[in-house]
């Protein structure tokens, strides 16, 4: 048999790539799922694979993400701030944005028949 140890290691934590770009327990959770999918490639297994969704990644932390990419390009390390001082300005632009997104959810889940 060809194979090595490393062939049947599957790694399912904060630091692999998911589709929950955010440390938190949703993340965990899908990283999890696919180290399970990976495990039925492997062994061939005819059982059914677990469901990976993507996140809906709440507008609020927009800004956030913006912050932490120009932050990154500069190398730069995260400081906990909303930096640089422009995109402060943008911040009652998505308050609203994130408002009128929670009222159409709140809006569709009324017209949903269950």
Known sequence: MNWSI???LFLASDYVRTNTDL???EAANEAARRAVN???DASGSEAPYCQIWDLQEPTILVLRR???QIRYR???PW???LSPWYLRLFIPVVL???????MLRWFNRL???H
């Open 74 to 76: 500069k190398g730069l």
């Open 38 to 40: 990976s495990l039925i």
């Open 6 to 8: 490393a062939a049947f």
């Open 23 to 25: 440390a938190t327990m």
């Open 96 to 102: 609203v944005w994130a408002g009128i997104e929670g």
């Open 79 to 81: 400081n906990g701030k």
């Open 111 to 113: 017209r949903s028949p």
């Open 66 to 68: 913006w912050a932490d």
